[in-house]
């Protein structure tokens, strides 16, 4: 079964910057959209970022909290999906999950914890 597994996660202070990555142990065929969610202690999980890779043209969506802060970018060959995270607010703490949809079904990494405090 095919796993996808998370990095770069961490403590920062607000202002700060954080890489994460999510890589798929094996390729995966047919992929249609990666993605990053975040589920805040009781709050439901929310999307974060989005970016398709049907074609070699990709697009790309932001929740509005964070338009301009966060990047979402990927590497087809390596079925690999990153968010880089700028000026990291309190609000941004929560547990980051990718996501990779494919034709087939959807996959999902562990988790990976962000905190951002003074």
């Known amino acids: 079964q095919v796993q996808l597994v998370e990095s770069g996660g961490g403590l920062v202070q607000p202002g700060g910057s954080l890489r994460l990555s999510c890589a798929a142990s094996r390729s995966i065929p047919s992929i249609r959209a990666m993605g990053w969610y975040r589920q805040a202690p009781g709050k439901q999980r929310e999307l974060v970022a989005t970016i398709t890779t049907i074609t070699t043209d990709s697009n790309t969506n932001y929740a509005e909290s964070v338009k301009g802060r966060f990047t979402i970018s990927r590497d087809n060959a390596k079925t690999t999906v990153y968010l880089q995270m700028n000026n990291l607010k309190p609000e941004d703490t929560a547990v980051y999950y990718c996501?990779?949809?494919?034709?087939?079904?959807?996959?999902w990494g562990q988790g990976t914890q962000v905190t951002v405090s003074s």
């Open positions: 996501n990779i949809h494919s034709f087939f079904a959807h996959y």
